[in-house]
């Protein structure tokens, strides 16, 4: 057989727009934004805060950095507890570390994969301040019941849309749902900006407290420091792709759903008992941004011979999150009673690339290939 190009899980599309913006950005000679200089992050901001249709949008140089400054823009730090999933990309929990706080681990529902509301209650302890629920594969986290848990004990929700760009929940725009949410723009998400990240908010006190943050805590005059700080800001660079990427991003996620429609007319000949395929439940718009389908009679082992045999065929579907934060080194030492969806959807998930590059055939090779790839490994186990 010819050697075929690996069909990758995600792939950043960039085009004469991302490059004529770069180009005025460094014909221009400023390249940052510090002291009120260069447009392109003013601008960006403005236009994703109006996609989000949040009032206010503070961009950041990566999505973790996002998720840190606002755990620290809520007033979280040493003695803090936060409820977070442990079924998620490890920078949830690491910001809430950063932070000086501890993350307290939630199970997740076993059908979306997303922090389980009927579980918070559960986690809670008299020192809990904040939740972060994470949109997990592009599909919103069921906001409402953890919006009015918030509500109930005087937490902050500070929502991880890293994933989730473009996705609704009560046909709501994710972004101005939660008291902040955070965005990324690494090359495999929804949209890029190479490296960085977002914070929406529609709360003024919670934009100020970003907006300082990101730049060592100044206020107004740069080289004035009214708290402590990082650098946090995005360059001006970045945020000129990002204003293209925003453009796109319509027709990107538009590309997105359809692939995903497709892949599930071809998948769903299969037996629910050889695999689950992705849900959308009622009020929970995906941005579709990972494919992922479940194998309920799989254990790791046999999860990942799927993925082998995907991969031979020139498809690189993989797992997100083969290890669950709790288990790793630096993590094991925080609260994680009861993770026992958590721990099975670790050893049984697999995702599909769903992202907008893709043609028809390619989506058919998809499907074909991963039909026979776990009717195969089942039938042998
Ligand atoms: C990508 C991602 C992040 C971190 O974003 P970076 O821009 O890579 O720092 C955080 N949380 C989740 C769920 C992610 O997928």
């Given at each position: 057989m010819k050697a075929r190009q690996m069909i990758p899980i995600n792939v950043p599309i960039i085009g004469e727009e991302e490059i004529r913006l770069v180009l005025e950005v460094l014909k221009s000679?400023?390249?940052?934004?510090?002291?009120?200089?260069?447009s392109m992050v003013a601008k960006f901001e403005e236009e994703f805060a109006k996609f989000v249709d949040a009032k206010y949008a503070v961009a950041a140089n990566s999505g973790t950095a996002a998720l840190h400054m606002a755990l620290l823009a809520a007033g979280i730090g040493p003695g803090d507890d936060v409820l977070v999933p442990?079924?998620?990309?490890?920078a949830t929990a690491e910001a809430v570390v950063l932070a000086g706080a501890r993350p307290i681990f939630v199970d997740i529902?076993?059908?979306?994969?997303?922090?389980?509301?009927?579980k918070l209650e559960d986690a809670l302890t008299e020192k809990t301040k904040a939740i972060i629920p994470v949109d997990l594969y592009g599909l919103p986290a069921d906001l409402k019941p953890i919006l009015d848990f918030a509500e109930e004990h005087d937490l902050t929700v500070i929502e991880d849309a890293a994933q989730a760009h473009g996705a609704e929940y009560n046909n709501r725009k994710i972004g101005s749902v939660s008291h902040m949410t955070c965005f990324s723009f690494y090359p495999?998400?929804?949209?890029?900006?190479?490296e960085g990240g977002m914070v929406t908010t529609n709360i003024e006190e919670y934009a100020e407290k970003l907006r300082a943050i990101r730049s060592h805590g100044e206020k107004g005059d740069t080289y004035y420091s009214v708290m402590v700080g990082h650098n946090y800001r995005m360059p001006e660079i970045p945020a000129a792709i990002g204003l293209a990427q925003l453009k796109k991003l319509p027709k990107f996620l538009k590309k997105r759903r359809e692939n995903a429609e497709a892949l599930t007319k071809g998948l769903k000949q299969l037996e629910p008992s050889l695999a689950k395929l992705p849900k959308e439940p009622k009020g929970r718009r995906h941005s579709w941004y990972l494919y992922t389908i479940r194998?309920?009679?799989?254990?790791a082992e046999e999860r990942n011979r799927v993925i082998q045999r995907l991969r031979s065929e020139g498809i690189a579907a993989t797992t997100y999150y083969q290890t669950p934060i709790h288990k790793m080194p630096p993590y094991k030492k925080y609260p994680s009673r009861n993770l026992k969806e958590t721990e099975k959807a670790a050893q049984q998930v697999l995702s599909l690339p769903t992202h907008p590059a893709l043609n028809k055939k390619q989506l058919n090779h998809i499907t074909k290939a991963t039909k026979e790839a776990i009717k195969n490994i089942s039938y042998h186990k």
């Open positions: 000679g400023v390249l940052t934004s510090r002291a009120g200089s260069g442990s079924f998620t990309f490890v529902e076993p059908e979306t994969y997303c922090i389980d509301p009927t495999s998400k929804n949209m890029t900006t190479g194998l309920p009679w799989a254990k």
